[in-house]
Nanobody, 117 residues
Framework: QVQLVESGGGLVQTGGSLRLSCAASGSGFKINDMAWYRQASGKQRELVARIVSSRINYADFVKGRFSISRDNAKNTLYLQMNSLKPEDTAVYYC????????????WGQGTQVTVSS
C-alpha cells in the first residue's frame, strides 16, 4: 500500500502563490508517475499537471502559472502555483501510479485551495 498526504493548501488573494506538497509513503513500492488533479465544488475532477519520468504535461488553464516537480529521493511531489485566480479555487488531489506487487493508482485526501477576489 502507498499513502499520499498533501499539504500546503490555504486561502490566498488573487495573484498570490501557494506551493502544494504530496508525500508518498509505504513499503516496497516504486512510483511510476504522479499528478495533481483538482475538483471545484459541483464540477468534475480534472487533471492539472502530470509528471512521468522527465515528461511533464499541463492543463491549458495552468500553463505558464503552475509548475510541477518531483523529488524522487523524498518521494515527494510539488505544485508551485503562481498568479492564482478565483477560478483556481478547488480541492487539489495528489495522484500516483505505483507498483508494489502490481501497478495501482493511489489518491491523497486532498487539500483545499481558496483564491479570494
Amino acid at each position: 500500500q502507498v499513502q499520499l498526504v498533501e499539504s500546503g493548501g490555504g486561502l490566498v488573494q488573487t495573484g498570490g502563490s501557494l506551493r502544494l506538497s504530496c508525500a508518498a509513503s509505504g513499503s516496497g513500492f516504486k512510483i511510476n508517475d504522479m499528478a495533481w488533479y483538482r475538483q471545484a465544488s459541483g464540477k468534475q475532477r480534472e487533471l492539472v499537471a502530470r509528471i512521468v519520468s522527465s515528461r511533464i504535461n499541463y492543463a491549458d488553464f495552468v500553463k505558464g502559472r503552475f509548475s510541477i516537480s518531483r523529488d524522487n529521493a523524498k518521494n515527494t511531489l510539488y505544485l508551485q502555483m503562481n498568479s492564482l485566480k478565483p477560478e483556481d479555487t478547488a480541492v487539489y488531489y495528489c495522484n500516483a501510479g505505483a507498483t508494489t506487487t502490481t501497478y495501482q493508482i493511489y489518491w491523497g485526501q486532498g487539500t483545499q485551495v481558496t483564491v479570494s477576489s
